[in-house]
Each structure stands twice: as C-alpha cells, then as structure tokens.
C-alpha cells in the first residue's frame, strides 16, 4: 500500500474490509455480531462498507470478538513509524 494513496475514504474501506475478513474468518454473520456489541445492523454494515468509523470501544469490543489485533485492524503492521503531525497530515487530505 502506498502511503501517498491513503486518504479518509480508502483508510475507511480498508478498516470495514479487514473488519469483514475478521468476522468471516470466525464463521460469524453480521447481525450476529451486532446483536453482541448492541449495535443496530446497519451501523455495523456502515463500518464493514467503510462509510462510517466505529468508535473506540466498539471497535475493541470487535476485536475480542474476532481475535484479532487492533494493529491489524488499524494498518499499523503496514504505515511506516509516521509523527502524529504526518499522520494528521495524512489524514486531513
């Protein structure tokens, strides 16, 4: 991945993909999972398309869930080692 090609919308699509590939590998349906985390399915289905972030603890709470890391989930096992301002910079495009 290059990092000059990483803006919002493709972080996005890739944290709902990974999230996807997560909960598949674990044999779990999607309403399945949110039903355990209290979410309605279509804000979980908004983070699996990448349309919406979830937040913190819902996210920690996927993670758990599906035995993965958050390191995974959230690209940091590819972005070099960035500043906060650089990621910001990023992020802000």
Not at 22 to 47: C, D, N, S
Not at 76 to 81: H, T
């Amino acid at each position: 991945m290059s990092i000059e090609k990483l803006d919002k919308d493709r972080l996005y699509k890739i944290i709902g993909e990974r999230l996807r590939e997560a909960r598949l590998a674990k044999g779990l349906k999607a309403p399945e999972v949110a039903e355990m985390i209290g979410l309605q399915k279509t804000a979980f289905y908004m983070f699996e398309r990448g349309l919406n972030m979830p937040k913190l603890w819902v996210l920690i709470q996927l993670c758990v869930i599906y035995g993965v890391n958050p390191s995974y989930i959230l690209l940091f096992d590819e972005l070099p080692n960035l500043s906060h301002k650089q990621l910001a910079n990023l992020l802000n495009k």
